[in-house]
């Protein structure tokens, strides 16, 4: 295993830090819409391509944070293995950085896991320039603190992240995907919560459009038998699971301005303004500009969960939804702790980070 | 601090009955299970509820005395060991189930439940808790937490940070606070996570939302018999390759099939190098067809024979052997000690022959029992303590098989934790810089390094003096590894 040379990257940090120019740090650039607004000179990842080590009876790969997520997606096919979380992947030019910055999962993470979940090991350079690992190769690690979950879904704040090992899944053998008319949401929301209580092998469940889709995956026999328990009309290749994680959805070229809400499972719907599209098994409901905003927050306060302004929303203000102090405390000093010079991705989580 | 001014202390703000002094009673905290470590506590605290708890970390960090927290005390790291000038926070009190949400299949417990105890108060919805130590019994899921514990099943269902989805905390700086959400994924840094597994060092849970999942409809065993422990490897690897996440697949090396057999009388094949049990769960139709595909690939793989529990009565004997190893192991020696390493799977083979040499080198017998399908080896060294001597070499044995773990790319704790017990090979397992950072993240939750002090990270000054104790030929171990 060659060791990768990232002194230029070093480099780059470190004359920012001299200067305290603050950096945006970029993978692929297909995410820039998300957060708040990127302030800084941008750092990029692109030139830091390709697996480090992969071994497929391991289940483990290592990758460089450039490395696109089409490119491995495509290396770990070739093996019958996949990435277990599903990365969304709104473009071919997306990486494994900017997913795992971001934290984004698939369909199927409330199935199979979100990001974190797969996440093994990962090695950081932090703002002040420490090129560091944590966690590891191996599935079942439990020596340090666990940093490299930590940095899933920080947006960048708390370092750079240079490459990442992940669990990897094999391949369902079969994949159906059930087609049930439903025209009410929240009766869409409750037919997938009885259902992931049985011992399905379900994994990934939306409702968009009056029509409910289950999909299940696993050996055929498995599959099949399942599929006859639940019912529905059996589609063997639902585009509807491309289309989420590709955004080529209908529901992502309508409307400027889309708001993502998460909430238990089987919460009843909060606004009048219905969502449009119920992922996650009911876990993850997609609003379009329409939708009250002030009403959707006071449903949340009451019923718990919180929202994202996923893009079209003003990022000179809050994106996400508030801390507690006391939680917001602890995140502004791990800040400091991972960039105490405050010059990666400032701001574009938290005005506060 | 005296156990004498601790008791005054706390005895202003907590009730009689929470508080224990007399060293007799002081005395069944001084160890985990861990029990070769021993130190009595200044004063021990025994919980009712979140405001106890939150009152005596409230004097803790007034007056600046460590806090012990503790679970069940099933620990295998020493994680809870006392301090002697502190004080133990035992939850085992706080042990209530406070709601089970079927349609969300979530429960939310108290965090000296224990483990199994949340699978048995499900169970008749069709529910259950994936991760089971094997100490399951007994463990409490506060100790879960703290270790990110393991067990049998994490292969396909995950360690305890892929089945806690919510924890609230209270603080040293006392406030209680939320990690994690029950929408499954929260926003900002993932807090969660790192509390999961913090070893106590980070925060006191008082209570945990976990994940439930459906019972599977069916599960079955097979046993395959090895005239070769590479063999036995390498066919673990062919059946990951072919696609199949079994629920569980577990090695026992011949040591240890012996010591079992003559247990528990579980049928092991005491002349076999090694045998693998491997658990396929899922849909009735599903688990045969895996049935029939793990079978073909363990005679493909060498196996001299192939056999398939008929039914639950044999599937339970199969594993009775397995689960009861390591008291069967300990039939045969005075005193055993238990690693907790892992490691890259292809690299079984080559370990356990070097574990052999080793073994051989000390004088020392060695039976292996371990989760073949992560990797994760449990190592027991069998030792007499009244011969003196022999305890140190077992633990220097123990480290230099641990040392072997990081050299093939592994790790020095799969789910034991650090605790005490590891703490000198975490100088070999990270650099400088990273076990600083550690400290620095660990005091945005702990200014003060109250909780815990001393466990799970050593400081700089005791991995140079570790470091000056294992210098081979002018050489730090593993000069490869980055250290600087």
């Known amino acids: 295993m060659q060791e990768t040379d990232y002194s230029a990257l070093k480099a780059e940090l470190y004359s920012a830090r001299q200067t305290k120019q603050p950096l945006a740090i970029e993978g692929g650039g297909t995410r820039k819409f998300y957060g ?43 093996n019958q293995q996949m990435l277990g979380f599903e990365p969304p992947n709104c473009l071919p030019e997306s990486t494994v950085g900017g997913t795992l910055a971001l934290g984004l999962s698939g369909s199927t993470r409330p199935y199979r896991g979100n990001v974190q979940d797969f996440v093994l090991g990962v090695r950081l350079l932090t703002g002040d320039g420490r090129n560091m690992r944590f966690g590891g190769q191996v599935i079942k690690n439990v020596a340090g603190f666990d940093v490299s979950r930590l940095v899933v879904g920080s947006l960048g704040c708390l370092g750079i992240v240079l490459e990442v090992s992940f669990k990897v899944i094999p391949k369902p053998e079969c994949e159906w995907t059930l087609n049930k008319e439903i025209p009410d949401v929240d009766q869409a929301i409750l037919e997938f919560n009885a259902l992931s209580g049985k011992p399905y092998p379900i994994t990934a469940a939306a409702w968009c459009n009056k029509l409910a889709h289950i999909r299940l995956s696993g050996s055929e026999a498995g599959v099949k038998s399942a599929a006859q328990i639940i019912g529905g009309s059996i589609n063997e290749n639902d585009p509807i699971w491309e289309q989420i994680n590709t ?20 919460a009843s719907v909060i606004a009048s303004h219905k969502p449009v599209l119920v992922d996650w ?18 449903g949340l306060k009451e019923q718990g969960g919180w929202l994202e302004r996923f893009c079209g929303a003003d990022r000179t203000q809050e994106v996400f939804s508030p801390l507690h102090p006391a939680t917001m405390r602890i995140k502004q000093r791990l800040k400091d702790v991972f960039d105490p010079d405050r010059i990666l991705n400032p701001g574009r989580m938290y005005s506060e980070l | 601090m005296k156990t004498e001014e601790l008791a005054k202390l706390f005895s202003q703000v907590l009730p009689d009955q929470c508080l224990v002094s007399n060293e007799a009673a002081l005395r069944t905290f001084e160890c985990d299970g861990l029990s070769a470590f021993r130190e009595l506590p200044g004063l021990v605290v025994l919980p009712d509820n979140i405001g106890h708890v939150m009152a005596a970390l409230k004097v803790c960090r007034e007056n600046a005395i460590p806090v012990v927290g503790r679970g069940a005390g099933t620990g295998l790291s020493g994680g809870a060991l006392p301090h002697p000038e502190g004080i133990v926070l035992s939850l085992s009190r706080m042990n209530k189930l406070l709601e089970v949400d079927t349609e969300n299949r979530i429960a939310r417990v108290e965090p000296g439940m224990t483990n199994l105890k949340i699978s048995k108060e499900v169970e008749h919805l069709g529910l259950y808790y994936a991760p089971d130590p094997s100490s399951q019994i007994a463990c409490s899921i506060g100790g879960n937490i703290a270790e990110n514990s393991g067990g049998v099943h994490c292969l396909k269902y995950g360690l305890t940070v892929h ?9 040293i700086e006392g406030d209680l606070i939320d990690m994690g959400h029950q929408s499954l994924d929260s926003p900002g840094f993932n807090l969660l996570s790192l509390m999961v597994g913090s070893e106590g060092m980070m925060g006191i849970v008082v209570e945990a939302t976990v994940k439930l999942l459906p019972i599977p409809e069916c599960a079955r065993v097979v046993m395959a018999i090895f005239d070769s422990v590479q063999k036995a490897g390498d066919s673990v690897a062919s059946v990951i390759a072919s696609g199949i996440i079994p629920a569980g697949i577990e090695m026992m090396d011949n040591p240890a099939i012996r010591a079992a057999e003559a247990f528990v009388n579980a049928g092991y094949p005491v002349d076999a190098k090694a045998i693998l049990l491997c658990e396929l769960d899922g849909t009735d139709e599903e688990v045969d067809h895996q049935i029939q595909q793990v079978t073909q690939l363990f005679q493909d793989s060498g196996a001299n024979e192939v056999r398939v529990a008929k039914d639950e009565y044999e599937r339970q004997l199969f594993w009775s052997g397995r689960k009861a190893s390591f008291p069967a192991v300990g039939r045969l020696s005075p005193d055993y000690y238990c690693i907790d390493g892992t490691i890259p799977r292809k690299a079984i083979g080559k370990v356990l022959t070097a574990i052999e040499g080793l073994s051989e080198e000390y004088g020392l017998k060695v039976a292996n029992v371990f989760h073949a399908g992560d990797g994760n080896l449990h190592p027991l060294i069998l030792y007499d303590a009244r011969n003196p001597g022999e305890m140190e070499k ?3 044995l123990g480290s230099k098989i641990l040392h072997l773990c990081i050299e093939v790319g592994g790790t020095i704790t799969g789910e034991h934790g650090v605790g005490v017990e590891k703490i000198g090979d975490m100088c070999t397992q990270f650099t400088d810089d990273e076990r ?7 005091r945005c939750l702990d200014p003060d390094s109250l909780l815990n002090p001393g466990k799970a990270i050593p400081t700089l000054a005791r991995c140079a003096e570790h470091n000056a104790m294992h210098v081979h030929h002018g050489e730090v171990p593993f000069p490869h590894i980055e250290r600087f």
Do not use: M
């Open chain 1, 36 to 78: 708040r607004e990127i302030v800084g000179k941008s750092l990029s990842l692109s030139d830091y391509q390709g697996i480090v080590e992969y071994n497929p009876t391991e289940l483990v790969v290592t990758v460089k944070a450039g490395t696109t997520i089409d490119s491995l997606s495509e290396t770990l096919h070739s």
């Open chain 1, 247 to 266: 955004h080529s959805h209908p529901f992502f070229k309508q409307g400027q301005k889309i708001i993502k809400v998460f909430q238990k499972p089987s």
């Open chain 1, 281 to 298: 098994g009911g876990a993850l409901r997609w609003y379009r500009e329409e939708v009250d905003e002030t009403e959707l927050q006071l």
């Open chain 2, 163 to 171: 089945n806690v989805i919510a924890v609230k905390v209270a603080t």
């Open chain 2, 394 to 396: 077992t633990i220097e």
């Open chain 2, 436 to 442: 600083e950072l550690f400290h620095a993240v660990r």
